[in-house]
């Protein structure tokens, strides 16, 4: 009963809470870096250097007024913001943020669930999560929004098409759907993915900042040309919740960067004896710590790079990813027939 | 007793948005109403214990076609009413005959079904494979047993892909 029922549930309400307040302070995170990257100090004033900052804003969009425009299409209307953040936090399912270690005398995996065709589920569920920005900008009965999401779509499905490339080629590697097993197949290999597959590391970041829609791929929210993006004619806690998909959508995409290609929750060397003082650190920091540096080059690439022209990006997209993920999978699978005759 | 009240109630929500798809005035929510099918298709696929392909039911289907779908949808005008012919029931005749085509099928389906249960041979190819798991037994068949089919199937998308681009394009 209590390891069926209770346990899973109060996993599900630690990630899911956990999920929210990270996302929130995301936001944080964001604004001061890209102040410091500018030399400015950034929110100061909620709080000792703004740390209460997220919570003002959450307050502030929840008790806003929340309008929907009189053409607008009402029940799409609506469902698009819980369509894009539902996917984003069903996720978090199969994401592994250590193994199994004995809490109070019990012994509790560190993650909610493991099937086995886990990152297959983590692709199906994230492609569902386009619809929430079709179905905005649909709705919303406007020009801009409109246009924007039919960017937005876009720019997914064309990306879309490099990242799973990129992840074929590491479950060649791998020998594993499972989210768990890639991360034991990182254990036996002695050497995390990110070095026997660095082609299809490259490509799956460039491929999840796309995805997010992250700059320099921030087209669908280019301000100067669409007024704001899909979600213009959002106001209040729905604008809220494209906003907090997105920051999720980045945690996603850091976990699962980490998960295949760093390692999961294992640390430096995980085979290597004379270096088992790391283990102090326990394996769900590992993890936490391998995500956080993914959410700050996220920052960091924002705060650094302009955002590419709408024709730049496809071709980035299709000329350049499509083909070299093709390329790399090609080669993956050679190697590996050649390494097991 | 569980398995089957979880049947029906999947069945009744599939068949429910199916109806839904035909009926359904705006074509935007007919098109969501087909992606809610699926997802519950895909549910249906779980309980089966195909997980394989319940994700790729997902994946390839509801994430994929149906963006597409969405697409021209979106941005074709549907609003103007339907060019009028000079034969005002000819939709309704063959709507009846293709309905009658797939009530014949199926018939034809459960009857077969009636006549050789599918449990012992779903058994009895499965003992027979030499790998375990969804996946690998799903890429066996494929690659074995399925090979032919597999590839023309694949050539046929490559065909449809060329064709389409030929279409699409003033000068090659």
Known sequence: ?341 | MGEAIAFYTLSAFIIGFGVLVVSTKNTVHSVLFLVLNFLFVAALYVMLGAQFLAVIQILVYAGGIVVLYLFVVMLVNLKRPPESHHDPHRRTRLGLGLAAAVLVELVAIVAYGFAQPAAAPVAAAQSALPVSGNTEQVGWLLYTSYLIPFEIASMLLLVAMIGAIVLAKREL
């Open chain 1, 1 to 341: 009963m209590i390891n069926s029922f209770l346990v899973p549930l109060l996993k599900i309400v630690i990630v899911l809470n956990a999920t929210l307040v990270g996302v929130t302070y995301m936001v944080l995170l964001e604004r001061k870096v890209i102040a410091w990257a500018q030399s400015r100090l950034g929110p100061m004033r909620v709080g000792p250097y703004g740390v209460l900052q997220p919570i003002a804003d959450a307050v502030k969009l929840m008790i806003k007024e929340d309008i929907t425009p009189v053409r607008a299409d009402k029940w799409v209307f609506t469902a698009a913001p819980i369509i894009s953040m539902v996917p984003a936090l069903i996720v978090y399912a199969v994401i592994p943020f250590g193994p199994e270690v004995s809490l109070f005398g019990r012994k509790v995996t560190l993650y909610i669930t493991d099937i086995n065709v886990g990152l297959l589920y983590i692709v199906s569920v994230t492609s569902v999560g386009v619809y929430g920005i079709i179905l905005a900008g649909w709705a919303s009965n406007s020009k801009y929004p409109l246009l924007a999401s039919l960017r937005a779509s876009a720019q997914l499905i064309s990306y879309e098409v490099a990242v799973t490339l990129t992840l074929v080629s590491v479950i060649l590697v791998s020998g594993s759907l499972s989210m768990v097993g890639i991360v034991n197949a990182q254990y036996n290999s002695r050497l995390w993915f990110a070095f026997i597959q660095p082609v299809a590391f490259l490509i799956f970041f460039i491929g999840g900042l796309a995805e997010t829609n992250r700059a320099p791929f921030d087209l669908p929210e280019a301000e100067q040309e669409l007024t704001g993006g899909f979600h213009t004619e959002y106001s209040g806690m729905r604008f809220a919740l494209f906003f907090l998909a997105e920051y999720a959508n980045m945690i996603v995409v850091s976990s699962v960067a980490t998960t295949l290609f760093l390692g999961g929750w294992l640390r430096p060397f995980p085979n290597i004896a004379f270096l088992h003082f790391l283990d102090i650190i326990p394996s769900w920091a590992w993890f936490l710590l391998k995500s956080f540096l993914f959410l700050y080059i996220f920052i960091w690439v924002r705060a650094t790079l302009p955002r590419y022209r709408y024709d730049q990006l496809m071709r980035l997209g299709w000329k350049v990813l499509i083909p070299l993920a093709i390329v790399n999978l090609l080669v993956t699978g050679i190697v590996k027939v050649l390494l097991l005759v």
